[in-house]
């Protein structure tokens, strides 16, 4: 974690970040997606047609959890006070024109 800290700035953090959400899933939830579509196969080929008319999908064996308390929405002041927060600790800068700086 360090060396990356020293290696990698903000912008870069949240490039990753991003890329994270619109190609994932990656690390344990990739996992997850790789065995629920073994099981989905299984199940398909033993799939009894008369009694389960319709195919299996993947998501039907996907694991599910629940948080054990739910967070409350994150307002967007919230969330922005969050992402100076960690521009700050990667030692980043913020381009913002000093007006709009909270």
Same mark, same amino acid.
């Given at each position: 974690?360090?060396?990356?800290?020293?290696?990698?700035?903000?912008?870069?953090?949240?490039?990753?970040?991003?890329?994270?959400?619109?190609?994932?899933?990656?690390?344990?939830?990739?996992?997850?997606?790789?065995?629920?579509?073994?099981?989905?196969?299984? #199940?398909?080929?033993?799939?009894?047609? %008369?009694?389960?008319?319709?195919?299996? @999908? !993947? /998501?039907?064996?996907? =694991?599910?959890?629940?948080? #054990?308390?739910?967070?409350?929405?994150? %307002?967007?002041?919230?969330?922005?006070? @969050? !992402? /100076?927060?960690?521009? =700050?600790?990667?030692?980043?800068?913020?381009?913002?024109?000093?007006?709009?700086?909270?």
């Amino acid at each position: 974690m360090a060396e990356m800290l020293q290696r990698m700035d903000s912008r870069e953090l949240a490039e990753w970040m991003a890329f994270f959400e619109l190609e994932g899933p990656f690390g344990i939830h990739r996992g997850d997606w790789q065995s629920a579509q073994i099981v989905a196969m299984l #199940a398909e080929v033993n799939r009894d047609k %008369k009694k389960h008319r319709k195919p299996y @999908k !993947v /998501e039907d064996f996907l =694991l599910k959890f629940e948080p #054990a308390v739910k967070a409350p929405e994150a %307002k967007a002041d919230q969330l922005l006070r @969050k !992402v /100076e927060a960690l521009n =700050l600790a990667l030692g980043g800068r913020d381009l913002r024109p000093k007006e709009n700086i909270h």
